[in-house]
């Protein structure tokens, strides 16, 4: 033992890191197994470290706190205008296809995280530079990883995922910056880049850019606002760049563009995607396309795209409102598609068929009256919908924040609420993300 810990050589590093990895597993896992499955959200916590939350998912769907892993990085805090949303974005967290490795930002110090996962918690492996300022969003496919940096000179990083341990290498080739930046600082979290994702077949990466109003635009006068909403401060933009076999961007100068203000029916403000069973790119905007010349919240909606061999986007549904506000994140089961309107708590349900077009179903599928809405996540097999509620606005002392468990009903895709959690520490703290693991004999 003594031995290993003063070698200097790449062994004894790697020794140590497995050592660390190990006490860190065994001091922070609860005992037991987690059920059939996992749901994991990051505390993005600025202070200290950064930590992964994880709750054991029973075949009811209902979840119990299980342990806190830290990241070995540092998130971002609260910082920024929404205290409830401090990333301004979806996928801070992912999992691989084989549910082995688990992925998490550290926005604050400019990194990612690796944890292999099994049913008693999470094993750290390691952390990474992510080569650019402030990641937000994640992407994994077929043992190649990428990061969305959204601050100063927005770009992106791939990655090489090992199979076996989850450890990073840098794709060659697989850096990006993102092109026309605002060279906007972290806390615009409404103007900075959102979402990264691969398409369903693997052959492309999908960039969502928001560009809305930048902070000072929705402050009063007396902190320096203006007495009117300014126009955004960009057109909203959805960029679709192609990948060589090895997973690497084909040209980082040259992606396929869809400029969303060209076309009133694309909507404004784009923040996150999903895609259907088909393959059809499915948007949602913050805006809609009810903006100009002021942009009152109330006009979120989503728009629906097929992405065509090369890269450009086809219009299929434009900018279906649902009347709500400040609509963020998307996810779906089947044909049902649920997206998140944080400023009027609530779920909105959509339905979009084989060919793409979506119609609403329920603006108001369900309502959280606690607020403080964030990120989303649905199981594998469409079952379950899960709701990260952070906490909401309000003068301290505020209550924990939650995490809000739907059944779906396979037919017509209600929700039918099966508990809720509260979630460790304060509220508002910076509580970002969220993640699924499905569990089998392997893991």
């Known amino acids: 033992m003594n031995e290993a810990l003063n070698n200097s050589g790449p062994s004894g590093s790697f020794i140590l890191r497995c050592l660390f990895a190990l006490l860190l597993s065994m001091t922070l896992t609860e005992t037991g197994l987690a059920g059939t499955g996992a749901v994991f959200f990051a505390t993005n916590s600025a202070s200290g470290t950064n930590e992964i939350v994880m709750y054991g998912r029973a075949e009811d769907g209902t979840l119990t706190l299980h342990g806190r892993f830290s990241t070995g990085g540092v998130g971002s805090g ?17 999992v691989d296809e084989g549910n082995r490795f688990l992925f998490a930002v550290n926005a604050g110090s400019d990194s990612v ?15 990474y530079q992510t080569g650019g300022t402030f990641p937000v969003s994640l992407t994994v496919r077929n043992n190649v990883l990428y990061v969305l940096n959204a601050a100063n000179q927005s770009s992106f990083q791939g990655f090489r995922v090992d199979p076996g341990t989850g450890q990073l290498a840098p794709l060659p080739y697989g850096r990006c910056d993102l092109l026309i930046p605002l060279n ?3 806390t615009e979290v409404f103007a900075n880049p959102s979402q990264i994702g691969f398409t369903p077949d693997g052959n492309k990466l999908v960039v969502i850019r928001k560009q809305g109003p930048l902070a000072i635009d929705l402050l009063p006068p007396i902190l320096g606002g203006h007495e009117e909403p300014r126009p955004t401060k ?10 060589n076999n090895d997973g690497a961007p084909q040209n980082c100068s ?18 996150a995607f999903t895609f259907s069973d088909n393959g059809y790119l499915l948007v949602a905007e913050v805006l809609g396309n009810f903006m100009e010349p002021n942009y009152p919240l109330g006009t979120s909606a989503i728009s629906s795209y097929r992405i065509e061999s090369d890269g450009n986007l086809e219009l299929r549904s434009g900018s279906v409102p649902n009347f709500e506000s400040a609509m963020c994140w998307v996810a779906r089961s089947g044909k049902y598609v649920y997206a998140v309107n944080q400023a009027s708590n609530a779920i909105s349900k959509y339905k ?6 979506l119609k609403l179903v329920n603006a108001r599928e369900v309502e959280i009256a606690d607020g403080g809405l964030a990120d989303l996540a649905i199981t594998v097999d469409g079952r379950y919908l899960y709701q990260l509620a952070p906490g909401a606005h309000g003068t301290p002392p505020l209550g924990p924040g939650k995490i809000h468990a739907y059944k779906i009903n396979d037919g017509n895709g209600d929700l039918t609420p099966i508990g809720t959690v509260d979630i460790p520490g304060d509220a508002l703290t910076g509580q970002a993300g969220m993640a699924i693991v499905e569990f089998d004999a392997d893991n």
Do not use: C, W
């Open 78 to 94: 609260p910082d920024g205008l929404i205290r409830s949303d401090p990333l301004g974005s979806q996928g801070s967290l992912a």
């Open 113 to 127: 995280s690796v944890f292999g996962i099994t049913k008693t918690g999470l094993t750290y492996v390691d952390s």
């Open 184 to 186: 906007l600082p972290k």
């Open 234 to 243: 960009g057109p909203g933009r959805i960029d679709v760049y192609a990948l």
């Open 254 to 271: 040259s992606p396929a563009i869809s400029i969303l203000r060209e076309d009133p029916a694309k909507g404004s403000m784009p923040f």
């Open 352 to 357: 979009v068929n084989p060919i793409g077009n």
